[in-house]
């Protein structure tokens, strides 16, 4: 990993900028630019973990949002469509393709006949099951170069910022 002294992809736009606009301040650049290059970086290193398993990230996650539903590790289109912040179209999609896979099931929801649910297969269970140890493993190795109090401190500073650009939760 870069540190700060090495100088980083950032460190160049901000150099660039610098050179052509120097009145400006150009602090929050490097806080954002930083924050969406590692977003990008880290989802690369995420998909190579799920794609051991044969799935992507979007499906990785609608396992996952079944799973620690709790059993009957079951959801309603909606809740999950409402969980995950996702298009109707890309759930549907998702779904048909998990469901041909033999990782969930669509039944009938028991509270409301014209609706379903979607609920785990024991095969998709055990699936996402694998996923998430392995899952949880290369986010240990991707966080392993800052030392605990490193990694907390960034967590307390992320989640301040997410507190403020995200709108509460019900």
Known sequence: MNGPTQGD??????????????????????????????????????????SAFGIGRGEFDVLATLRRAGAPYCLSPTALFNSLMITSGTMTHRLQGLEARGWIVREPDPADARSKRVKLTPAG??????????????????????????????DAQLARLLAVLEPPTD
């Open 9 to 50: 992809a950032i460190d160049t736009i901000l150099a660039q900028w610098r050179r052509e606009r120097p009145e400006l301040d150009l602090a929050p650049m490097g806080v954002i630019g930083r924050l969406a290059r590692c977003a990008a970086l880290m989802q690369r290193e995420l998909e190579t973990a799920f």
């Open 125 to 154: 269970q055990a699936l996402i099951d694998k996923a998430v140890e392995a899952h949880l493993e290369n986010e240990r190795r991707i966080l392993a170069p800052l030392d605990t109090a490193s990694r907390s401190a960034l």
